[in-house]
């Protein structure tokens, strides 16, 4: 596969800020480490990290995201942070609206909802459901707060062409790319630009709103309520039914909030 190619990304954008600067490598540790460290050597809001290759990508709780050479998106972009640094997670929301937006409107016929706090998961095509089986991780979103300043990484992984064989046991029961569910090679570049500009109006009502546009699009977004979980939080495993998305961007799990850990659809 050629290394990504960003004119033909900053062709489709449509942003004004995300993306107007992008930095790409071959290979790098993590692009949310990168664009981390960009930060401390003046790298501002709006640009954007690329990679074809991580050697120590991460998600939440340091699990390891693997990825084939040059094949999916791994990205990271700067933005502010939220004044309240307590509410820095609400951008892994908007986050995720925005990609939810991007890749349902580029793949129609793709049913991707969006699975409390960061994953988007894919359901098999609407017309060949007989019932309702699990969704498979299509993406997942990192976001991490600079040590120092009121500057936030938001890091994606998003499986695009991989195959059966780039997924090691036993990730590739439950993960999924957008190329094995249309069955043809997608283009990066057109999905990347798609992401950012959807990311950067999401942003924009957030901005002006607060969460609550996010929570009422999150939740058109997500086919979690009313579904069983079973809710891990360290030694607490808990299980009940999912109520809500708080005004605050928790989960409500028979009435009481989920405040983080790890969330299993039954
Ligand atoms: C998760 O599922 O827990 C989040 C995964 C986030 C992975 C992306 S890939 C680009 C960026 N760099 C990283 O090291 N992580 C994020």
Request: aromatic share 8%; charged share 25%.
């Amino acid at each position: 596969m050629p290394a990504v190619d960003i004119l033909q990304i900053k062709k489709n954008l449509k942003t004004s800020r995300f993306g107007q600067a992008i930095h790409f490598e071959p290979s790098i540790d993590s692009t949310n480490n990168w664009a981390l460290s960009g930060i401390d050597f003046g790298a501002k809001c709006g640009e954007v990290f690329l990679t074809d290759f991580q050697t120590r990508g991460h998600g939440r709780q340091d699990r390891v995201w693997e990825s084939t050479k040059g094949k999916n998106i791994l990205m990271s972009l700067i933005d502010e942070a939220p004044r309240d640094s307590g509410k820095i997670f609400q951008l892994t929301l908007v986050a995720g609206v925005a990609f939810q937006e991007a890749l349902a409107s580029l793949f129609p016929s793709l049913d991707i909802q969006l699975k409390w706090p960061n994953d988007l998961l894919v359901y098999p095509e609407r017309e060949k459901q007989v019932e309702r089986v699990k969704g498979k991780k299509l993406a997942g979103i990192l976001c991490e707060k600079h040590s120092s300043r009121p500057t936030a990484v938001i890091g994606v992984g998003i499986n695009v062409n991989s195959t059966e064989k780039d997924f090691s046991e036993p990730v590739g029961g439950l993960a999924a790319s957008l190329t094995l569910q249309i069955g043809s090679p997608v283009n990066r570049e057109e999905v990347i630009s798609a992401c950012l500009n959807a990311y950067e109006k999401w942003r924009k009502e957030y901005d002006r709103f607060g969460l609550n546009p996010i929570r009422t699009a999150w939740l058109e977004k997500t086919d979690m309520m009313g579904k069983k979980v079973r809710v891990i939080e360290g030694e607490k495993i808990v299980e009940g039914t999912v109520n809500d998305l708080d005004k605050d961007g928790f989960l409500v799990v028979d009435g009481k909030k989920v405040i983080s850990g790890d969330v299993i659809i039954l």
